[in-house]
C-alpha cells in the first residue's frame, strides 16, 4: 500500500526479501539490506520492510504476494544462481501464477559470456530462465542477468554482483522526493533529553527524529537523526533540536559524533 | 508452525524482528541478524524467518503476530529505549491484547542503575515498561532489562547489548538437535558441479547442500556447505561430495577455502 502523505509528493514505497539459508544460519552476513536501502533513499523511494526468507517455495511465495501488493516495488536478492538450491525464479514464477521459461536475450548474454568459459551448460543455462513476461537487468560482472517482472526486481545475492545490478536500475524507477536528513550529535544520554525529542518532532510536522545511543571512550552520547522529504522543515527542526540541547549546557555538534 | 521431521529429534523454529527506521533507511548496518542467526544454532534452534519492520506500531503487530503463531520462539531487536521513537513495547502489548506496566523489578533495577547516574526520570522510568505479565531478561550492562512475555523475547538494538541479554538466555530455551555443518571448497565455477551437487543431496536423506561462489585471485571457487542434524549422514555426504569433486580433477578442500 502506497501512503499518500499529506504534502502533495506521493511516498513511493518498496520492500525487500532477502533469499538464503546462508542468511538464516548466521554463516553470511548480509550486506544486501544496508545496500539496497542506502540505494532506496537516493531514488526517492521508501524501503518499508525487509524479509529474510529460507530457500523455500512456500516461504518465498507468501512473501512475495504479502509485499508486491502493498509496495510500489519488491526486491529480492540470492538464489538466481545455477545450482539446485537456487528457487528463486521458480517460487515467484509460482507466486505470480506464470511459468518459468528461457528468456532469449538472457540465453544469447549467456552463450556469449560462456564462450571463453567452457560452453553453456544444462547448470548455466537455468540462469536464463525467468518467469513468463519477464525483463531483464543488466549485470555486467558475470553475464546472467537480473530479472524484472512488473514491480518485482529479482537481483543476485552476491553483494557485489547485487550491487552492478543496483547500478544498472539508477535513476530509471519513479521515485518520491528523496528523504532528507541531518544529523546531531550530542555528549548526553538519551533518556535526559527524550522530553526534548518529542516535543521538538511533535511541533515541527513533516519531520521525524530517531535517537540512536551509543558508548565511547567511557562517556555516553547519542546522535538525533532528524529526517524529512522538505528540507525547510528539516532545517527549522534541527535549528530548535540544537538549541534545545545547547540549552542543557552541551554542545549540540552538526553532522553527529 | 514447528515441524515433526521424519528424525524422533523435534525441530524447533525461531523468527526475528528487527525494528528500526534506521536500518530500513541504511543508516545502521544491522549486526543482530547474524548475531541471534549464530547463537540460535548453538541452540538447537532454527531461525527461519527474519523481518524488519519500521517504528510503526501496525508493523509491528503485524509481525509479531504472524510470526509468534507458527515458531517456537520469537525475538525482537530494538526499540525498548527511553525516547518517544521507542514504541516496541507498547506495540507487542497491543499484539497480545495486554496492558503495558512497570515492572517492579525492572523499576528496581534503573534505580540501582541510574542512582549514580542523575536519578530514574519519567524518561528513564519507560525502560521498566513490559507487557503484563512479562519477566525480564538480565542487562548487564546498562541496566534496562529485555523482557519475555510467552514465548516472545523482546531485546535491545544496540548489538553489545542484544550479546549480552542472549547470554542470559543461553541455555535456557528448549532446543532440538543443534543443525551440524560441514564446509567443502573448491576452486571451481558452481555451474560445473550443479548436477553434482543436486545428485549428492538427493542421495542424502536429511542433508542439505549450499553453494555459494565467490571470486578470488582472479579464480573462479565455492565453498559447499553441507547441512545435517545427524552427524553420521553428514559425514557420508561430505564424502561422497568430496569425492564426486575430485573425479572433476580439482581438491576438495576441507574446512572451505
Chains 1, 2 share one sequence.
Not at 83 to 93: L, M, R, S
Not at 120 to 135: F, H, I, Q, S, Y
Not at 222 to 237: G, I
Request: with cysteine.
Amino acid at each position: 500500500m502506497s501512503d499518500q502523505s499529506a504534502t502533495p509528493a506521493r511516498i513511493f514505497t518498496a520492500a525487500l526479501i532477502v533469499i538464503g539459508d546462508e542468511i538464516l544460519s548466521g554463516r553470511t552476513h548480509d550486506k544486501n539490506i544496508a545496500q539496497v536501502a542506502t540505494w532506496l533513499q537516493v531514488q526517492g523511494i521508501r524501503l518499508k520492510e525487509v524479509r529474510v526468507v529460507a530457500d523455500e517455495e512456500p516461504a518465498i511465495i507468501e512473501a512475495v504476494n504479502a509485499l508486491r501488493a502493498r509496495n510500489d516495488y519488491l526486491f529480492t536478492t540470492g538464489g538466481i544462481g545455477p545450482t539446485h538450491d537456487d528457487i528463486t525464479v521458480d517460487a515467484i514464477a509460482a507466486a505470480l501464477g506464470v511459468a518459468v521459461e528461457v528468456h532469449p536475450e538472457a540465453r544469447a548474454i549467456l552463450e556469449d559470456y560462456y564462450t571463453t568459459r567452457g560452453g553453456l551448460t544444462e547448470a548455466r543455462l537455468r540462469m536464463a530462465r525467468v518467469p513468463a513476461g519477464a525483463d531483464l537487468i543488466p549485470n555486467r560482472f558475470t553475464g546472467a542477468p537480473g530479472i524484472r517482472w512488473g514491480n518485482i526486481f529479482i537481483m543476485a545475492g552476491v553483494p557485489s554482483i547485487t550491487a552492478g545490478m543496483l547500478e544498472a536500475l539508477t535513476g530509471t524507477l519513479e521515485g518520491g522526493a528523496p528523504l532528507l536528513s541531518e544529523t546531531i550529535g550530542c555528549w548526553v544520554g538519551e533518556s535526559e533529553v527524550a522530553d526534548l525529542l518529542r516535543q521538538t518532532e511533535k511541533s515541527h510536522e513533516g519531520c521525524q527524529i530517531g535517537s540512536y545511543p551509543f558508548w565511547r571512550e567511557g562517556r555516553t552520547g547519542a546522535n538525533f537523526v532528524v529526517r524529512s522529504t522538505d528540507a525547510d522543515r528539516l532545517a527549522a527542526c534541527c535549528a530548535a533540536l540544537s538549541l534545545g540541547l545547547e540549552a542543557t549546557g552541551r554542545a549540540a555538534v552538526p553532522g553527529g559524533i
